[in-house]
């Protein structure tokens, strides 16, 4: 018998697939597109052997798709957008190699790709699989493992769906001198699903700082879709500090898989910073291929009205001597709902290994929600670990005493939020990248509405 919520999981599956078929439509025969056969993979395995999560799966308990699966979705449109369009997103006085995707697709002229690729690698997947070599390669390795092996629908549906991509390779020995910038623009007037993708590999011995960020363009307040995948290796020794800041819409969906391969004596630091969104969900995960490997996860976020903020981490210990440190931290208000689900697994032979994991929220209205779960699993008996977790409200004597010092209680709230979130800010390596995520806060926290702490 047909239940409601498998016809509503089988309608919006049919969704995707005839948005694909519309796709294939729109080449005019230009199926020779080097990717186009993965793609055809990706959505038949979409088709038979993935479907969307639901509350019943345990990793999805406290978000629940079914809104997101509603629209009716477009693929998205090439619009031209211009330099100055995109410079209220840069960082000011910080110099950057900039690649600018427009609704998922990589856009060469408003990239910085001729001065970078003197340097490094810097490919679009689409025309890399065309060519012999370790571009592509390495895409083709990837892209077809989440065509053929991916669990996960979202993941399927981003190789489905992703037309232009990047594919980013740092050559061993390589200290890029300057952070390169991801950003990624929606600009959208009806539903439309966007796909970035993004493949970025750092030789051994080499160092390079990504900065990824997302924003809206437009204001038609029309729901979009953004579900981007990014993948890194860090070969031997590497060395890479990933910025993540999400300010789309509110109205928009966004889905983020990021999936890291560390191999031994490498360092990987990830910072996210979530403010925008109606939905929004991180799959954050890395695999510690070798000893020596150091991990870091920093994550911030805070929510408004109804948005959904859902964290979900994992970091896999698979061999001894290895480090992680993880904190989040973040803010909900009215009725804002957050999801923390951090999972560290220490496997049998990881002796050694020290992880610590912390996520912290402050809950400031009675109808806003907060959900946390960090978990350790350990099967080896020579380690260090520790996880944690508190959700509560503003300190009522520090609010008491900078009211008694003449601030309103709008203020002294205001004050108090922004110093919850300096142990994350305060990690952030670069001054300007701080700064702006400062001022965003600030931004943000006016929105909220300022209500006496109970």
Not at 196 to 206: C, D, L, R, T, Y
Not at 296 to 302: I, M, R, S
Not at 322 to 351: H, P, W
Request: include cysteine; aromatic fraction near 10%; hydrophobic fraction near 35%.
């Amino acid at each position: 018998m047909t239940t409601p919520n498998t016809r509503d999981k089988n309608d919006s599956r049919e969704k995707f697939i005839e948005l694909f078929q519309q796709y294939e439509n729109s080449l005019n025969g230009q199926k020779d597109y080097a990717g186009h056969a993965i793609q055809k993979t990706a959505i038949q395995r979409f088709s038979n052997d993935v479907d969307f999560p639901t509350r019943r799966n345990e990793d999805w308990k406290y978000t629940n798709v079914s809104q997101l699966l509603q629209p009716l979705y477009e693929q998205p449109k090439l619009v031209n957008i211009t330099a100055e369009d995109i410079t209220p997103f840069l960082f000011e006085g910080l110099d950057a190699y900039v690649l600018v995707f427009v609704n998922g697709t990589y856009n060469k002229e408003l990239s910085s790709k001729e001065q970078l690729s003197k340097k490094i690698i810097v490919q679009d997947i689409s025309s890399g699989l065309k060519e012999d070599g370790l571009t592509k390669a390495t895409t083709s390795e990837y892209l077809n493992k989440w065509a053929n092996q991916a669990t996960n629908s979202f993941r399927v549906l981003n190789t489905a769906f992703a037309q232009n991509g990047i594919y980013i390779y740092v050559p061993d020995g390589l200290e890029l001198d300057r952070p390169v910038h991801i950003l990624n623009i929606a600009y959208t007037e009806v539903a439309t699903v966007i796909s970035p993708q993004k493949i970025i590999v750092a030789g051994e011995n080499s160092k390079i700082t990504v900065i990824e960020t997302y924003h809206n363009l437009t204001n038609s307040q029309q729901t979009y879709f953004t579900n981007t995948v990014t993948q890194l290796v860090l070969k031997r020794n590497a060395i890479v500090d990933h910025y993540r800041i999400q300010d789309e819409d509110e109205t928009a969906y966004f889905i983020n898989n990021t999936e890291i391969e560390q191999l031994r004596d490498s360092t990987y630091s990830s910072y996210s910073v979530d403010l925008g969104g109606k939905l929004v969900r991180n799959n954050l995960s890395s695999i510690l291929k070798d000893s020596g490997t150091n991990t870091n996860f920093y994550g911030l976020y805070v929510g408004v009205n109804k948005q959904h903020i859902d964290n979900q981490t994992f970091i896999d210990h698979a061999y001894p001597h290895c480090d992680s440190n993880e904190l989040y931290k973040g803010i909900l208000m009215d009725k804002a709902k957050g999801v923390f689900n951090g999972k560290i697994m220490v496997r049998r032979d990881a002796q050694k290994t020290n992880a610590f994991q912390q996520n912290h929220s402050l809950v400031l209205s009675k109808t806003a929600k907060m959900n946390s779960k960090p978990q350790l699993e350990i099967f080896a008996d020579d380690v260090k670990c520790s996880h944690g977790a508190t959700i509560g409200q503003l300190n009522k004597e520090a609010l008491y005493y900078m009211r008694s010092r003449g601030l309103s209680e709008k203020e002294a709230v205001s004050i108090l939020k922004q110093a919850f979130l300096t142990e994350i800010t305060e990690l952030i390596k670069i001054d300007q990248l701080k700064e702006k995520v400062e001022q965003m806060l600030v931004d943000k926290f006016k929105q909220m509405q300022e209500t006496p702490v109970n």
